[in-house]
């Protein structure tokens, strides 16, 4: 083992410590950490050689305080699920030339119709302000909603889970997408977007609610996702590294999850190898942009353990290949970077084999959070799926701020 993977065990142990069974777990722990953590140990410790912890921890906070990633901000609501949980979301409404709306006239006794809106659902670990390219570009040009899934960003702990100790399944958040909709989107059609855990939502509000999708849905992005089969993916290991991990992992997170103080403690010692983790995993491209990177590890660390503990079980059991036959009659768009580690594009273009009028778009240099690492690609194609959609007129011109480039 390396020195940085063997770190990421001592850390964890250290950090978690008392108790013989607490022991064998975070030694569990340490070894699949490790095990996960080999592949980005080696650049963590080039890294080390060349730049001091002190530097690296003042850069992070640079980029913290002058990054503009995750500012956008909308009209808040909230919607309740229904089991209670309190869910955040923020809506962009389009903004006509000239100033503020103006009200709706009537003509003949009857309402303008209502416009177009794009719902967006993100990831696993991160929040709505993973959008933050696409929103800018978009923001006046169409009506736009952006949710964080529940125990996500501003939305409240699942209550089932805290309460009840019920887990968390992909069927509760197709229910709670629901529920955004009917609060933020009561009438009018609709177009979904979802970035892996949030293409799974998708999926599961319309094997839910295929009403819904028959009746509003007209149009359909799928990023990064996957239909099924989740249990098969290596995540660029080693085939005795994957057993290791697979056979070990749900418990050691339940652990974990279980001693989340002590845990997070652990995981802001350990910060730099960490965030090696999470760059090898977000991205594929060696040249992303030091603000974006820091962006995409600050929300993943804002999940707390608890919350991963809750949610890794539910990808194993996620099977919606049948539910993509409710959007065969919409136009659909299904983009993935051909470097994801998480839901590698073969999984996108199994998903475009069963819907064959989709568009299919891999991404070359891109890794699971292609919408921020090569968001011109993920809004240029976005853009185009809205026009053939009719959520925006054909000649609309969607805004530049869908690129990494620092403005001159």
Known sequence: MSESSAEAVAAVASATGAGGGWRRATGIAGAAIGVVAAGAAAGVAIERLTVGRGMRQKARLVLDSA????????????ARADDGTELYYEVDDVEPEGGSAPRRRRLFGRKAPA????????????SQDSWHFQ????????RTVYWDQRSHGRSERG??????????DIEQLGRDLKAVIDAAVPEGPIVLVGHSMGGMTVMALADQ???????RVVAVAL????????????????????????????????????????????????????????????????????AVARFAERMIEGTP???????????????????????????????AGVGDLVTPSEHSEAIADLLPDAELVLVPDAGHLVMLEHPEVVTDRLADLLTRAGAVPAGATVGGYGSTAQPG
Do not use: W
């Open 67 to 78: 990054g503009p990633y995750g500012s956008l901000r909308g009209m808040p609501g909230r």
């Open 115 to 126: 416009p177009v809106t794009v719902v967006f659902s993100h990831g696993y670990c991160l």
């Open 135 to 142: 929103r800018a570009a978009l923001r006046g040009v169409v």
């Open 159 to 168: 209550v089932d889970q805290v309460e009840n100790g019920v887990p968390v």
């Open 209 to 215: 609610y295929p009403e819904l999708v028959r009746e």
């Open 223 to 290: 990023v990064g996702t996957s239909s099924g089969r989740l249990g098969e993916v290596n995540f660029g290991l080693p085939v005795a590294g994957v057993n290791a991990v697979r056979r070990v992992l749900p418990g050691v997170l339940k652990a974990l999850g279980q001693r989340a103080e002590l845990v997070e403690k652990g995981r802001r010692a350990t910060a730099d190898l960490f965030a090696g983790i999470i760059k090898r995993y977000s991205f594929a491209s060696r040249d992303v942009d030091p």
């Open 305 to 335: 353990i608890d919350v991963v503990a809750e949610y890794y079980p539910a990808f194993a059991d996620h099977d919606k290949t049948e539910a993509l036959g409710q959007f065969v009659d919409v136009p659909v768009l299904v983009l």
